[in-house]
Structure formats: structure tokens, C-alpha cells
């Protein structure tokens, strides 16, 4: 039989609980007519009349099911009509084999368990109301001689099944709450699971894998408060937080007998219920008055992070141990995403970094000089590059050797990102020249920070002692694209080797809109 789809919300499929209902009227009709050929003794009827009965149930409940595939508007009345007929033949069955006293007794609390599992409460309080009435009346049929059976204590042995019956239908609606609020729980928390999966999918970055898995352990277990730790060899970072303000930590001091590294070493999630100031200051004074914590490790081929998780509960319990062993799933998924997300910043950060220097590299130099430009140019604002050259490199490395002409370069490169504003953007140009980006900087400015770098380089502790030249250039003065500027501070830097090196000179207006070098 073809199903109407079940419901949303439904743990079970209608189509199924059709099925297992079908089954369950099979398996009444083949019981009454093996106990009316085992207990011929307790019949009231011939068994031919008990079979012929019993068979023409069976076809009359397909008929029906056949008329509710036919008629799917009028499901509600076949199925009330189903529940009918079924109470009618049980009734019938305990008639003809010992009314009340006999076997077909146990028939009718294994249907009404059946049918209070399989479908509602609801619909197990009717079925049981109505066994009730059709008992009561299969009882006064036989106390009047209509059927056969027993005579003496006819309605005490009726009461006693009538309690049966209701203590039965009362257990077992609990028992499926129960079992059915745990299985709608669980298939809750299988929900949210793929929601996050699908989520992190489009989380590209650390800080939102982050959010995505912070979220969803908040909506799923109702974690109080929740913070995200990254973990890089021994240092740890404040990756994500929910449920906290002010959280700006950026590198934590995490003594070796923390709960963080404790559960990185062991591996495994630690239940805490109250923060040992001493050995975990920094995460007492970010979650203050934190109690019933769970710390959770986040293990992707390596240590990737630390969440730690506030519970909310007075105690832990079997409830909350229950609730981690499932948000470790959670947690599994959110570090291998994790894990991912870090991998593609790195290989983002290796496509716009010089592998030996650990500055911009070319490319992204043009990058940021087209933004600035841009930017620039729609503000009416100032923009100004510098461009350094190291004096006789060539000759440092004929006398020293390429391996430490590049230990050089590495040094020269570190000095100036410590002298250079945060904002800037210092890059290597390519062999031994480098360059760097002044957003908002004037000429006289761009002068003043092209001097810092000059004198960074000659006081830096180098392998060998090197000077570098400067020539600087200014938007728009200079030039108002990229290549105009580089042609001006490319002049600037030569005037400077003519002058003697190790100085830094401006490019004149003048020269760069001619395109001759500034002298």
C-alpha cells in the first residue's frame, strides 16, 4: 500500500508503521487459529467457524487498506475503520475461546502495546477504551450464556484485564515519550551536524570555521559560554569566542600543567568542574567563574586547536557526559575544517610571499600598489613609494658566497619590516632591491620614513655590514599609475648610487612627467 509521506517531525515513516500494523493484524489471525487447533477443549465454536472467522478478517483489513490507496482523502476513516474492525475480531476471538480467562486475553495487550508504540498515545488511549468497551460486552455475552467460557467471577477476572489493559497502555505511551524524545533528540543533533558540515563548506578562513563551529555546539547543546583556541607548536591564540565580551587575547601564557595541554598530550576530551587559577590563569580570567567546563582537544594529523566549553550545569552528570561524547563529534568535524582552513591560508600566504625573505613578493606588490593607486585617486589622497637598493651587493656576494649574500638579504628584510608602519606594505623587488608601499604619504613624509629605513639597514647586526640606496616617489606628483611611479623612484634610487650611495633621494616632478632620471 502506497502511503500518504509522513509528516515533518515524524520518526518513523508512515509507509512503515503501515507495514508493521499489517504485520502485527497477520500475526493476530494466524495466533487465533493456531490457539483454536492447539486449545480445541475452550471453544465455544467449531473451528472451521473460528478459521473461516479469523481468515475473513485478514481480507476484510486488506479490502480496507485497498479502498485507502483508492481514496487517500478518507485515510483518517479507513484507519479508524481498521482499529474498529480489529477491536470487533479480538473481542470475537476472546468470546469463542474462554471470554475473559483465556488465552486470546494476551492477544489484546500485545495489540495494544502494538499499536501505542506504532502509532500515538493518543491512538493507544482510544484503542484501549474502546477494548475496554468490547470486552465488557464479550463478558456480559458470556454471563448471559451467549458464549461460552467460565461463569464464576466473570467481572472480577474483567476488571483484572481491564487494569491490565490500561497499565499496559500507560507504560507504554511513556516508554515511547521517552524512547521518542531521545530519537527525536538525536536526529535533532544529526541535523545540526550536517547544517554545520554544509556550513563549514563555505568557511574558507580560520576565524570562520571558528564561528561556524562555536554556533553550532551553541544552538545544538546550549553551551553557555564557548572559546576557540589555535594552536601553533606552543603557542596558543585566540581564535574564536561566543557567549564572551572583551575577549582580545591574542597570545596566551599556557603553563605546561594546564587543562589545554593536558588534553592536546592525552589526547582526549577532560571534564573540569572548576579552573585552577594557578595553572590556568589566562583561561580563568577569560571565562570568570567558569564551572563544569568541557575541554575539548581539536586533533586534524596534529594539534590544530583547544575549545573549551562551559556546560552550565551545577554538576556533571551522565546527562553532560552524554552531551560531550556527542559534541566530540561536533569538534572532529570542526577540526578537520579547521585543519583545511589553515592550509589554505598558508598556501594563500606562500602565493604572496618571497620564499626567501618572508616579504611580499612581486606580485603581490602590484596588487597592493594598484589598490593604493586606486584608493588614492578616488580620495584626492597622497601615495608615495620607496624603493632601496643594497649598495655592492655583488661584490659581497663574489667575496662571501651566495649563502650568505642570502643570509643578508633575510636580515636587510627583517629591518625594515621592524622600521616600517604597520600599514605599509614592503616588498621584494627582486634580486637584492626591495620596496614599499606609502599609503596617505606626502613627498616630505614618504623622505622622513625612506631616511628610518636606510638607517635600519646600516645600523642592522648583518653577517656582513651593507648600505642601501633609496629613491622615492609621490602620487600624483610623480606619476598617477604604477609605472610612472616606479620610473620616477627607479631615478630617485640611481641619483642616489651617482651621489655615493647610502642615502636616500626624491624624485623631482618634473622628471617624472618627462621620463628622464632624476639627477
Not at 484507519?79 to 489484546?108: E, K, M, N, T
Not at 554544509?198 to 553551551?223: I, K, M, N, Q, Y
Request: proline share 3%.
Amino acid at each position: 500500500m502506497t502511503a500518504a509521506p509522513a509528516r515533518r517531525g515524524d520518526l518513523v515513516p508512515l509507509a512503515d508503521r503501515l507495514l508493521y500494523l499489517r504485520v502485527l493484524r497477520a500475526v493476530l489471525t494466524g495466533l487465533t487459529v493456531a490457539d483454536a487447533a492447539l486449545l480445541p477443549h475452550l471453544l465455544s465454536r467449531p473451528f472451521e467457524s473460528i478459521a473461516s472467522a479469523a481468515l475473513s478478517y485478514f481480507f476484510a483489513c486488506a479490502l480496507i487498506e485497498m479502498l485507502w490507496r483508492m481514496q487517500r482523502s478518507r485515510a483518517p476513516l479507513f484507519f479508524i475503520g481498521l482499529l474498529l474492525l480489529d477491536g470487533l475480531f479480538l473481542g470475537y476471538a476472546c468470546g469463542v475461546a474462554g471470554g475473559s480467562s483465556g488465552p486470546q486475553r494476551y492477544l489484546v495487550l500485545v495489540y495494544i502495546a502494538s499499536v501505542t508504540l506504532l502509532t500515538s498515545s493518543r491512538t493507544g488511549v482510544v484503542v484501549a477504551l474502546w477494548q475496554t468497551l468490547v470486552q465488557i460486552l464479550v463478558a456480559a455475552a458470556q454471563a448471559a450464556g451467549i458464549v461460552g467460557g467460565p461463569t464464576s467471577d466473570i467481572w472480577s477476572r474483567l476488571v483484572a484485564l481491564v487494569l491490565a489493559m490500561w497499565v499496559l497502555a500507560t507504560l507504554t505511551t511513556l516508554l515511547a515519550a521517552v524512547n521518542e524524545g531521545e530519537l527525536r533528540r538525536r536526529r535533532f543533533e544529526l541535523e545540526q551536524l550536517a547544517s554545520m558540515g554544509r556550513a563549514l563548506e563555505d568557511a574558507h578562513a580560520p576565524a570562520a570555521v571558528g564561528a561556524v563551529l562555536l554556533g553550532a555546539l551553541s544552538d545544538t547543546f546550549r553551551f553557555r559560554r564557548l572559546a576557540l583556541f589555535a594552536v601553533d607548536g606552543d603557542r596558543f591564540s585566540l581564535l574564536a569566542v561566543r557567549g564572551l565580551r572583551d575577549a582580545r587575547v591574542a597570545d596566551l601564557a599556557v603553563s605546561t600543567p594546564s587543562v589545554m595541554r593536558a588534553v592536546l598530550r592525552d589526547r582526549r576530551t577532560a571534564l573540569v568542574h572548576n579552573l585552577d587559577d594557578a595553572h590556568d590563569q589566562w583561561l580563568a580570567g577569560l571565562l570568570p567563574d567558569g564551572r563544569n567546563l568541557a575541554v575539548f582537544p581539536l586533533l586534524a594529523d596534529g594539534e590544530v586547536g583547544v575549545l573549551v566549553a562551559e556546560t552550565g550545569r551545577r554538576r556533571i552528570g551522565l546527562a553532560e557526559r552524554r552531551m560531550v561524547v556527542t559534541a566530540d563529534r561536533f569538534v572532529s568535524h570542526g577540526a578537520l575544517a579547521l585543519r583545511n582552513a589553515n592550509l589554505l591560508a598558508q598556501m594563500q600566504q606562500m602565493a604572496i610571499t618571497d620564499g626567501l625573505t618572508q616579504l611580499a613578493n612581486r606580485r603581490e606588490f602590484d596588487r597592493r600598489l594598484d589598490a593604493e593607486l586606486a584608493r588614492a585617486a578616488r580620495d584626492d589622497g597622497r601615495l608615495s613609494i620607496v624603493l632601496l637598493d643594497i649598495d655592492f651587493f655583488k661584490q659581497l656576494n663574489d667575496t662571501h658566497g651566495h649563502v650568505v649574500g642570502d643570509s643578508v638579504l633575510r636580515q636587510v628584510a627583517q629591518a625594515l619590516r621592524d622600521s616600517a608602519r604597520e600599514y605599509d606594505t614592503v616588498a621584494r623587488f627582486g634580486g637584492e632591491e626591495f620596496v614599499a608601499v606609502l599609503p596617505g604619504c606626502s613627498a616630505g613624509l614618504a623622505a622622513q620614513v625612506a631616511e628610518r629605513l636606510r638607517a635600519a639597514v646600516e645600523t642592522a647586526a648583518t653577517d656582513v655590514p651593507v648600505t642601501v640606496s633609496a629613491g622615492v616617489s609621490t602620487y600624483p606628483y610623480n606619476g598617477t599609475d604604477a609605472v610612472h611611479l616606479l620610473s620616477a623612484a627607479d631615478g630617485a634610487l640611481y641619483a642616489s648610487k651617482r651621489a655615493g650611495r647610502n642615502r636616500v633621494s626624491t624624485a623631482s616632478p618634473i622628471a617624472a612627467r618627462t621620463g628622464i632620471e632624476a639627477g
